[in-house]
C-alpha cells in the first residue's frame, strides 16, 4: 500500500501580545527567532522533515504578513501554498480553506491527509512528534478527526484540556474538551491521569473536515467554498474572496467540530511542547542558567535571579533583582513581575487605546523589496537606514508632504527622480524634492545599504502615493 500524501497547513496568524515588545502586531511572535537560530514558523516546518508522504506546505497567513511568510519559507528552501485570509474567522474556516485547496490540486489522486499545526509552539522532542504522527495516520485514514494531547506534567490553568475515553491502537477515543480550569479543578485533571492539554494540532482526511462541517457548521463551509472558488492569484499568493471569506461565521476547529464529532481520537504527546503564551515560558523550554535567568542578547546580570532578559541592541545590566522579566528593544523597555507574565496582554491593550505605534512594528520593519530601521526623528524630520536586496525595487511613488536625501552607504542604487535616471555607488547621495515621483532600485547581487533623511510636515508611512508596484501593494 502506498504512503498516503500529509499535506502540512500550517496556521500563520496569531498576534503573540503577550511577547510584547518584541512581538508587535505586523510582526508577531511566530516570525520572531525565540529559542534558536530560527524562527518559530521555521521551526515547526523543520521538524517535519522524515515525515513519510509529506507534500507540499499550505500556509494560511493574514494579508499583512504574506511577505514575511513567504521569506520565511525560501531562507530554509522550502516553498508553500499561501493562502490570504482577508478576515479573521479563526481556524474552522482557515483550515476548510486549506481542505479545498488540497483537495483541488490532488485532481484524481487520492485525498491528503492534512496535519494541521500552528506556527507559534515549541516542540523539543522532534521524534517523539514524529511518532505521534505516524501512530495518528491509521486512525485519520480510516474517518477519524485525530487530536494531539499533550501529558501535562503540572496543573495549568491557562490551556483548555482534553478527556480521553476508550483506548485505542496508539491512543484513545476523544470524549469530551474542556474548558481553562481553575486550579482546583487543573490539579483533580493532572491527578486523574484521564486529561491531555489541548495542542490544537490535529490530523484528518480532507474530504473528512469538510464533511464534518457540512454536518455541524455548513454555513462555514458554504461560505469558504464560494471563497476559495473565486479566489485570485497574486504574485505567490492565493487570494481568497473577501466578501464570501468575510461572511463565514468565525469559529475554532474545537467548537465547531471536534466537540460534536462521534469520530474523534485523541493522540498522547510526551515530546516537550510549549506553545510560549508569554515570556515565563522561555525559562520552561531549557532556556534557564544556573541562576534560573533565560538571557537573550547583550545581557550582563550580577546577583540576578529567576528572571527573563533580552535585549535587542543594547546592553542591558542587572544587579540585585528577581523574579522579573525585563525586555529591551530599540523603541520600548519592558519591566514585569515574572508572576504577571499573562497581564501583559493587558498592557499592550493599553497602548493600543492610546494609540501608540509601538503596538504596531518593530524598530524594523520589514517590506517584499527588504526592511527599514528608523534611526533618529525629531520635529519635521526623521533618518532610516534601508536596505535593498539584490535585485528588488521600491515602488515607483511620491510625497505630498516630504523630500528626501539618499546617501548610498553600500553598494549600487540605480534611482529614478522625475525624468532622471541615476547610478550612484558608495559615499554618493541624491535628494528627492516633495512631490517629485521616484523610485529605489538595487541591480546588484549584493544588499543595497542607503541612510534616507526625511524632512517635511509629516512624515508617516501613509503619505506614499504608489504609481507602480511589483508587489501588488
Known amino acids: 500500500m502506498d504512503s498516503p500524501v500529509i499535506r502540512p497547513v500550517i496556521l500563520c496568524g496569531g498576534s503573540g501580545t503577550r511577547l510584547w515588545p518584541l512581538s508587535r502586531t505586523h510582526y508577531p511572535k511566530q516570525f520572531l527567532r525565540l529559542v534558536d537560530d530560527f524562527s518559530l514558523l521555521q521551526n515547526t516546518l523543520k521538524r517535519l522533515d522524515g515525515l513519510v508522504g509529506l507534500g507540499k506546505t499550505i500556509a494560511v497567513a493574514n494579508e499583512n504578513h504574506r511577505f514575511l511568510v513567504a521569506e520565511q519559507f525560501l531562507e530554509i528552501g522550502l516553498q508553500a501554498d499561501i493562502l490570504l485570509e482577508p478576515a479573521a474567522r479563526n481556524t474552522a474556516p482557515a483550515v476548510a480553506a486549506a481542505a479545498l485547496q488540497a483537495i483541488g490540486e490532488q485532481g484524481e489522486q487520492a485525498v491528503p491527509l492534512l496535519l494541521v499545526l500552528p506556527s507559534d509552539h515549541v516542540i523539543a522532542d522532534v521524534a517523539a512528534f514524529q511518532g505521534a504522527v505516524r501512530a495518528a495516520v491509521p486512525h485519520a485514514l480510516t474517518g477519524a478527526l485525530v487530536t494531539f494531547g499533550v501529558l501535562p506534567d503540572r496543573p495549568e490553568t491557562g490551556y483548555g484540556y482534553i478527556r480521553r475515553g476508550d483506548p485505542l491502537c496508539g491512543g484513545y477515543a476523544l470524549d469530551r474538551f474542556v474548558e481553562k480550569p481553575d486550579p482546583e479543578t487543573a490539579r483533580a485533571y493532572v491527578d486523574s491521569g484521564e486529561y491531555f492539554w489541548n495542542s490544537g494540532m490535529f490530523l484528518f482526511r480532507a474530504d473528512t473536515y469538510l ?260 508587489y501588488g501593494r
Not at 455541524?216 to 474572496?241: E, Q, S, Y
Not at 546580570?301 to 522579566?325: H, K, Q
Not at 524598530?363 to 533618518?383: C, F, T
Request: charged share 25%; aromatic share 4%; glycine share 8%.
Open 211 to 470: 464533511e464534518a462541517l457540512d454536518r455541524f457548521a455548513p454555513g462555514i463551509r458554504d461560505c469558504v467554498a464560494k471563497a476559495v472558488a473565486t479566489a485570485r492569484r497574486d504574485l505567490d499568493f492565493l487570494r481568497l474572496d473577501p466578501v464570501a471569506f468575510a461572511a463565514s461565521p468565525s469559529n475554532s476547529i474545537d467548537y465547531a467540530v471536534m466537540e460534536k464529532t462521534g469520530h474523534g481520537v485523541v493522540i498522547p504527546l510526551a515530546a516537550g511542547w510549549n506553545d510560549i503564551g508569554a515570556w515565563d515560558a522561555l525559562a520552561s523550554i531549557g532556556q534557564a542558567d544556573g541562576n534560573g535567568n533565560t538571557q537573550r542578547g547583550d545581557v550582563l546580570s550580577v546577583d540576578t535571579r529567576n528572571s527573563v532578559l533580552v535585549s535587542e541592541g543594547r546592553l542591558l545590566a542587572t544587579v540585585g533583582i528577581s523574579e522579573l522579566i525585563v525586555i529591551a528593544t530599540p523603541d520600548a523597555v519592558l519591566v514585569a513581575d515574572k508572576a504577571k507574565a499573562q497581564e501583559v496582554k493587558t498592557l499592550v491593550d493599553e497602548l493600543k487605546r492610546s494609540a501608540r505605534c509601538e503596538t504596531e512594528f518593530r524598530h524594523i520593519v520589514h517590506r517584499p523589496w527588504g526592511s527599514y530601521e528608523g534611526l533618529a526623528h525629531g520635529p519635521r524630520y526623521q533618518v532610516k537606514r534601508i536596505l535593498v536586496k539584490p535585485g528588488a525595487s521600491l515602488s515607483l511613488q511620491k510625497h505630498h508632504h516630504r523630500a528626501e536625501h539618499w546617501v548610498v552607504v553600500k553598494g549600487t542604487a540605480v534611482i529614478v527622480r522625475g525624468d532622471q535616471s541615476l547610478l550612484l555607488s558608495e559615499n554618493e547621495s541624491t535628494y528627492i524634492p516633495l512631490g517629485v515621483v521616484h523610485r529605489l532600485e538595487n541591480p546588484g547581487r549584493i544588499d543595497l545599504e542607503i541612510v534616507e533623511v526625511q524632512s517635511g510636515s509629516y512624515l508617516g508611512e501613509d503619505d506614499i502615493v504608489r504609481l507602480e508596484d511589483s
